[in-house]
């Protein structure tokens, strides 16, 4: 089984739609998570970390939950510069697991 | 200032050929990292490493290892390089340990082609 699972669209979606990505991990142990967005051609970046209380950025949110091992992120009011692949990450002691990633487009 | 950064930005070279690509941290950061992006864009670790250990994914061949000369520094070696090598190689910095957040952060990348 994959340390982490994560659907990889793509998800297409209107101007001002909210979306909502989930990633799942195999291991209960796992104690860090974050979510990066990687723009086509670039490295990835750190968008937010995950905690487990949940946590918000403006228009995203990150959600934890420990007892069904997955991870949310909820983007409010997309703009056409949200468009990016989205990563999740786990931590497991020291060693980092990246999704696949999930592709998101936002069409005018 | 860049924070991490990594040279070439791009590497044309033939099978076969030995090459080096260099990854510099500014961050003051105890560890680093090298990750291969293939076509289907999937982020694979390859090795990470601190002044204690190296972590290496045995998925990785040893054709490939990393060198650093110094905290802030970890090359990439890859000897007799072949056509699967293809791919985006990212080197990536973060502080573990005690009080750690562990966030990662990406060089920009360097783009190999192996002909």
């Known amino acids: 089984r994959k340390e982490v699972e994560q659907d990889p669209g793509p998800f297409n979606v209107p101007e001002g739609a909210t979306v909502a990505f989930n990633c799942t991990y195999s291991n209960s142990a796992s104690q860090s998570f974050f979510w990066y967005r990687q723009d086509c051609r670039k490295e990835p970046k750190l968008l937010m970390s995950?905690?487990?209380s949940g946590n918000e950025d403006g228009r995203f949110t990150a959600q934890l939950n420990r007892a069904s091992q997955y991870i949310s992120l909820l983007i409010r009011d997309s703009k056409l510069s949200d468009s990016a692949t989205y990563l999740c990450?786990?931590?497991?002691?020291?060693?980092?697991?990246f999704g696949t990633g999930t592709s998101l487009t936002v069409i005018p | 200032d860049t924070a991490v950064s990594q040279t070439p930005k791009y590497l044309v070279t033939q099978m076969g050929n030995d090459k080096s690509i260099k990854c510099e941290q500014n961050?003051?950061?105890?560890?680093m990292y090298w990750y291969k992006q293939d076509s289907k864009k999937f982020l694979k670790i390859m090795f990470s490493?601190?002044?204690?250990?190296?972590?290496i994914n045995e998925t990785v061949p040893n054709r490939f290892s990393p060198k650093s000369p110094d905290k802030a520094h970890l090359n990439l070696h890859i000897n007799s390089l072949e056509l699967g090598d293809s791919a985006v190689y990212f080197c990536?910095?973060?502080?573990?340990?005690?009080?750690?957040?562990?966030?990662?952060?990406f060089g920009p990348g360097t783009r190999l082609t192996v002909t």
């Open positions: 995950v905690y487990s």
């Open positions: 490493y601190n002044n204690k250990e190296l972590i």
């Open positions: 961050l003051g950061h105890d560890t």
């Open positions: 990450v786990v931590v497991t002691g020291n060693q980092f697991y």
């Open positions: 990536a910095s973060s502080q573990v340990g005690r009080g750690g957040r562990y966030e990662q952060y």
